[in-house]
């Protein structure tokens, strides 16, 4: 188990694989954001987009999914997230990309008034297959302080 004591500033990781799909792409716009251009070739094509593309908040879930399944395989002692800063989406997300996460380990804090727990900030890169960087944010995060 990975617990508040085992961070250190600077730790990085990459991990996941996910590939995106025009079937969820449109099911996801279809459900939570449906403009033109997440539901229609046509539409999209009339944008910058050029063609179908992936709501960046459907980009946000899909890295969610990775993160969760990374933080089981490692066992981390995680107890949520209070947020995160600074959200971009740096490029487009389309079907048939396979995206993948980096993440940086950039300030870690204790709390001062829960001492089981402790929080950290990682800034998290998404990429795509081409290694270019889709999305990026600061995640902050809660954590167990080792038990005594």
């Known amino acids: 188990m990975i617990y508040f004591e085992d961070l250190a500033v ?3 990781a990459r991990f996941g694989s996910y590939h995106v799909t025009r079937e ?6 279809e459900r939570y954001d449906p403009q033109p ?4 070739d046509e539409a999209a094509a009339r944008t910058h987009f050029g063609r179908l593309a992936a709501s960046g908040w459907h980009t946000c879930a899909m890295t969610m999914a990775m993160i969760v399944e990374n933080l089981k395989q490692i066992e981390q002692a995680g107890l949520g997230s209070p947020g995160i800063d600074e ?3 740096l ?3 389309y ?3 396979t995206l993948s996460c980096e993440s940086e380990v950039i300030e870690i804090r204790r709390s001062q008034s829960r001492p089981e727990m402790g929080s ?3 800034r998290m890169t998404v990429t795509n297959q081409h290694g270019e960087a889709v999305l990026r944010f600061i995640s902050i995060a809660l954590i167990a302080t080792r038990p005594a």
Request: charged content about 20%; proline content about 8%; glycine content about 8%.
């Open 91 to 93: 490029k487009p997300v």
């Open 10 to 12: 600077g730790q990085s």
């Open 37 to 40: 251009f997440h539901l229609s």
């Open 24 to 29: 969820e792409v449109i099911a996801f716009a």
């Open 120 to 122: 950290y900030r990682s």
């Open 95 to 97: 079907p048939g990309d």
């Open 87 to 89: 959200l971009r989406w």
